[in-house]
């Protein structure tokens, strides 16, 4: 068995990989469903919101994938801890384990932080890939936490044509730390960045949206963003989050989602607009899932005949951890990287 840090994890893993892997997942769950079994995640609330501690949760996500020749067993444990910020830690602390199914033998036990981190970006990435203007210009990122940095990078990957970023946080130095770091750590990709003081200024102009907030109510409405942007959203994660507002859902020509299962028990975005009898949008006006797009089962340019806003919600699903955590596993075993053990 491989153990890998968080460290050695960074060093395998690149966007590039991250993406392809989620597409070839995507793709395989598509054609062939029954490889693929993931039952819904398991969440337990911890703390309850006080003066001391925000509220957070504990959550496993096992998954069992076939490739076609052998089958895996890839189980991530998550806790999410809102207040680690304040102690220069990760809001979202992970652990992953990767086994073979036929014999038992665990193959990598790894740091999951990353691999969430990076999964997550990666999904945005596919879905901008399949869904934005090629030609976008301007990215607006909304939240600076943990997981929008490497959404950003997932981007500007799939997207060679970007030249602005426009960044808000409710703490803007947090925004001003977000753009040095990176400035400093993704040098290659050359874009100018402008710190913004209202979540307006930074989305009006904005061709992509990446959202990556605890959000209870909608950021921004409909008049206030482009009319043909590609929107991102990957926090509201918790039926009581919201980070879209009813009137973009309402005004969006496409709706994707990563995994309709679970994103009817989290996506609180989706959640609530249905259950608003004030709201146009239902769960039977979603376009489309994922994996439909990416194996070309739907076409994106049918449900872009205007093009109008696109809208991508990500609720996260262990099949996506399982899809990269594999790839970094493989790599491990081939080359012995990290530290073997035997148990």
Known sequence: ?????????????????????????????????????????????????????????????????????????????????PDNPKQDLPTTVATITVSDTGTGET?????????????????????????????????AVVG?????????????TVCANITQVTLWNRTLDKAEAFKQKFQRDYSKWQVTFT????ISEAVQRADIINLATR??????????????????????YQPNMK?????????????????????????GDLIQAHNNKDCDWQWNKLTGQLMELVSGKLQIDNCQSAKGITLFKSVGAASFDAAVALKIAQVAQSNLIGQTVSL
């Open 1 to 81: 068995m491989q153990i890998l840090n968080i460290e050695t994890v960074k060093k395998q893993l690149t966007m590039p990989m991250a993406i392809e892997a989620i597409e070839e997942l995507l793709k395989l769950q598509c054609n062939n469903p029954n490889w693929v079994k993931s039952p819904e995640r398991l969440v337990i609330p911890t703390y309850s919101e006080t003066d001391k501690h925000q509220s957070g949760s504990h959550l496993s996500m096992p998954c069992v994938v076939f490739d076609g020749k052998k089958e895996y067993a890839v189980v991530k444990l998550v806790t999410i801890c």
């Open 107 to 139: 193959l990598a036990f790894m740091d999951g932080i990353y691999v969430t981190q990076v999964r997550t970006a990666a999904l945005s990435g596919v879905a901008t890939k399949y869904m934005a203007n090629p030609n976008s210009k301007t990215v």
């Open 144 to 156: 600076t936490g943990g997981m929008s940095y490497e959404q950003l990078n997932a981007v500007l």
């Open 195 to 198: 710190v913004c003081e209202s």
């Open 215 to 236: 959000a209870t109510q909608g950021l921004f409405d409909v008049n206030q963003i482009k009319s043909d942007v590609h929107i991102n959203a990957v926090g509201a």
């Open 243 to 267: 980070e879209v507002s009813d009137s973009v859902l309402e005004a969006s020509n496409c709706v994707i989602i990563d995994d309709l299962e679970g994103g009817k028990h989290e996506a």
